[in-house]
């Protein structure tokens, strides 16, 4: 009789797999499971700023201001006295547009009146 021969069988064991689980659910506590972590909130996200009201009574033409190009550069005209301003309705929306960051309201909001 011939003699047999065993050859070991290179068998793989599985080894579990850690299943993913939401935070604070019965399925988070048990054994090999890994538990997700939350969604980013994109806290740091640059999400673009909705146009003021200072910006549409600008491009309307309805301030009493423009802007005048000379050659020392830019300067605010002022159509009316600044003294005849009435400041009740100006300047809350002078306040609105100080989140603007384009030209020419953010020439208007930082540059003082001479």
Not at 19 to 24: Q, T, V
């Amino acid at each position: 009789m011939a003699s047999q021969v065993l050859v070991p069988v290179n068998r793989t064991i599985k080894k579990k797999q850690d299943e993913e689980a939401e935070g604070f659910t019965l399925k988070a506590g048990m054994k090999n499971t890994k538990v997700k972590g939350p969604p980013s909130a994109n806290a740091f996200k640059e999400r673009p700023a909705k146009p003021t009201s200072f910006r549409k009574f600008y491009e309307r033409g309805d301030f009493p201001i423009q802007l005048e190009h000379d050659t020392k550069g830019n300067k605010i005209a002022w159509k009316v006295e600044i003294e005849k301003l009435d400041f009740h309705h100006y300047l809350p929306l002078f306040f609105d547009g100080l989140c603007e960051v384009t030209h020419p309201y953010e020439f208007f909001l930082q540059t003082r009146s001479s």
